[in-house]
C-alpha cells in the first residue's frame, strides 16, 4: 500500500486558478470513486474540501472542484485568496476495506 | 454538533506501549452509519492512516502498523481507542482520530489531534 503521488509544491497569484493532481493505481484512485482532498492550515486538523471525487460539503465554497480521470484524481481552486495558502492531501479507499493518502502538496498564494 | 478529542500521554518511552483514546460528543458511537479510525502526521511530514472500527468491533489496520496496532471501541463510553505497541523515535507524531462516513468513504470529522513524542 503505497502512499498516492501529489506534487510537493503548487503556486499561484490572486485571482488564478490551480490544479494539484494525485496519481494512484487501479487498486485505488481508478478502482473507487472515493477520492477525498483535505486542507490542512499550519498547526490545524485537516478539512474535508472534497469527497467522492467532486463533491462539495456544506459550507465549502464552490472555487473548489474535483475530478478524475483514470488513476489521477485532480484538485482545481480557482479565483485563488490568500486564505487557500495551505497543504492540500488526497485520500482514496484501497481494495481490502484500507485508505491511503498523498504525500501532501503545499500551495503557495504568490 | 459532532466533536472528537483526543487524550493520553504526550511522552512514551521508546519500546513501549502508545495508548490514546477518543471521546465523541454530540453523536454516537454505536450509528450504523459510521466507522471511527485513527490518522497520524509525524512533524514536518505527510498523513498517515492507521486503522479503523465499527462499533461492532470490526477493525481495519494498515498493513506496514499491522503487527503493533490494537483498536478498540467501548460503546458505554462513546470511545474508541488505539494501542501502538513497540514504539520508536518514528512513531513519534500527531495522532488524529476521525469519524469514517460509510456511505462516502471519507473521514468528515476530525479532532483536533494531540501531539506524542518517542522519546526516554
Known amino acids: 500500500q503505497s502512499a498516492l503521488t501529489q506534487p510537493a509544491s503548487v503556486s499561484g497569484s490572486p485571482g488564478q486558478s490551480i490544479t494539484i493532481s494525485c496519481t494512484g493505481t487501479s487498486s485505488d484512485v481508478g478502482g473507487y470513486n472515493y477520492v477525498s482532498w483535505y486542507q490542512q492550515h499550519p498547526g490545524k486538523a485537516p478539512k474535508l474540501m472534497i469527497y467522492e471525487v467532486s463533491n462539495r460539503p456544506s459550507g465549502v465554497s464552490n472555487r473548489f472542484s474535483g475530478s478524475k480521470s483514470g488513476n489521477t484524481a485532480s484538485l482545481t481552486i480557482s479565483g485563488l485568496q490568500a486564505e487557500d495558502e495551505a497543504d492540500y492531501y488526497c485520500?482514496?479507499?484501497?481494495?481490502?476495506?484500507?485508505?491511503?493518502f498523498g504525500g501532501g502538496t503545499k500551495l503557495t498564494v504568490l | 454538533q459532532l466533536q472528537l478529542q483526543e487524550s493520553g500521554p504526550g511522552l512514551v518511552k521508546p519500546s513501549e506501549t502508545l495508548s490514546l483514546t477518543c471521546t465523541v460528543s454530540?453523536?454516537?458511537?454505536?450509528?450504523?452509519?459510521?466507522?471511527w479510525g485513527w490518522i497520524r502526521q509525524p512533524p514536518g511530514k505527510g498523513l498517515e492512516w492507521i486503522g479503523s472500527i465499527y462499533y461492532s468491533g470490526s477493525t481495519y489496520y494498515n498493513p506496514s502498523l499491522k503487527s503493533r496496532v490494537t483498536i478498540s471501541v467501548d460503546t458505554s463510553k462513546n470511545q474508541f481507542s488505539l494501542k501502538l505497541s513497540s514504539v520508536t523515535a518514528a512513531d513519534t507524531a500527531v495522532y488524529y482520530c476521525a469519524r469514517l462516513v460509510d456511505t462516502a468513504m471519507v473521514y468528515d470529522y476530525w479532532g483536533q489531534g494531540t501531539l506524542v513524542t518517542v522519546s526516554s
Open positions: 454530540g453523536g454516537s458511537i454505536s450509528s450504523s452509519s459510521y466507522y
Open positions: 485520500s482514496s479507499y484501497t481494495s481490502s476495506s484500507l485508505w491511503v
